[in-house]
Nanobody, 120 residues
Framework: VQLQASGGGLVQAGGSLRLSCLASGSIFSIRAMGWYRQVPGKGREMVATINRRHETETSSPVKGRFAISRDTGKNAVYLQMNSLKPEDTAVYYC???????????????WGQGTLVTVSS
């Protein structure tokens, strides 16, 4: 199982970006997917998560600006980021929990990360 994230880039403060993450492999189901971010010298923090019932959780720093969505049929998760701020600059990682495949189950899978840079 692999997670491929895309959509990062350089944007001015106040702008928008949409991140995408596609899970590949012989996947039967994924219990939950999410986005995390990390800046150098700090730990990875949760940005937003969504479960198979499409119930979402969004962290306080991005609430009202970021929205997570999921396409279960495509095994994909998206993060729409609006009103971006310089403090949103980070590497964004996608995550999948309890991935069931034809061969085995994966408790947790991480993508490779995509860099988001917000200039002031």
């Amino acid at each position: 199982v692999q997670l491929q994230a895309s959509g990062g880039g350089l944007v001015q403060a106040g702008g928008s970006l949409r991140l995408s993450c596609l899970a590949s492999g012989s996947i039967f189901s994924i219990r939950a997917m999410g986005w995390y971010r990390q800046v150098p010298g700090k730990g990875r923090e949760m940005v937003a998560t969504i479960n198979r019932r499409h119930e979402t959780e969004t962290s306080s720093p991005v609430k009202g600006r970021f929205a997570i969505s999921r396409d279960t049929g495509k095994n994909a998760v998206y993060l729409q980021m609006n009103s971006l701020k310089p403090e949103d600059t980070a590497v964004y990682y996608c995550n999948a929990l309890n991935v069931a495949t034809a061969d085995k189950g994966y408790p947790e899978v991480w993508g490779q990360g995509t860099l988001v840079t917000v200039s002031s």
